[in-house]
């Protein structure tokens, strides 16, 4: 099965400017302990947190993914999108409510979503796949040797703490043991580009029920390889 990326769309012709929210509503308190600021990244919170309303640029266009320089992780989707994504396996996730207001007018069909990565560290075939230390720009510095899931964890945790994110940990592919990784249909790539995917059924449903507002590409070189059948 495919998988393809999927990014907040940018054309104006779609969105009419980007991001379409830069702001709260003037009332919102970001000292609420259950503010969107305690929220971390990638990660549904214990808490329900106070979402507010996300206010929409002059020049933005109403869609069902509203893209926004406000929030740490996740999407904030319109009721019409969440009804097609539940039909999905998505991992552990949560739809949180919110509002949008938009020339002067406030909907209140909208919802952060917010869904952790899933953990892919223990299905990957180490002997078939490649990682590379990787400048900012991922420009290759040298092959890792990186032969186990604890491998792969320490090292993407030293890495990070040593270069302050100067440096990466990147694959070309990931060789998937069997077919977990198609158990999901929305994934968060657990190391550097660290891409949010989505399945191919997924995608033609967006594609069905006309979801707006964003945008999404193949994967062209193949970040998913089953293990049995490498290069």
Known sequence: MSYFQIEHAYDPKVVGCY???????CDYNHSRPDSIDNVNVNEV???IPFTGCFV???QARLTDFISTAILPTGFIVSEKAKNVMEQFKLGKHAFFPTKISYRDK???NY???ICEPVDLSYHIDYNLTEFYLTDFNSNRIRQMQIKTAEDLKNTLQFVAEETNGSNKIQSPALYIKGDYAKEYDFIELPISPYDTLVSERLKLQFAINDITGIRLKEKDWGYFRPAQTPL
């Open 19 to 25: 991001p379409q929210s830069t702001q709260m509503g």
């Open 45 to 47: 919170p214990s808490f």
């Open 56 to 58: 929409l640029q002059k």
């Open 111 to 113: 919802f952060w979503f």
């Open 106 to 108: 406030v909907y209140d």
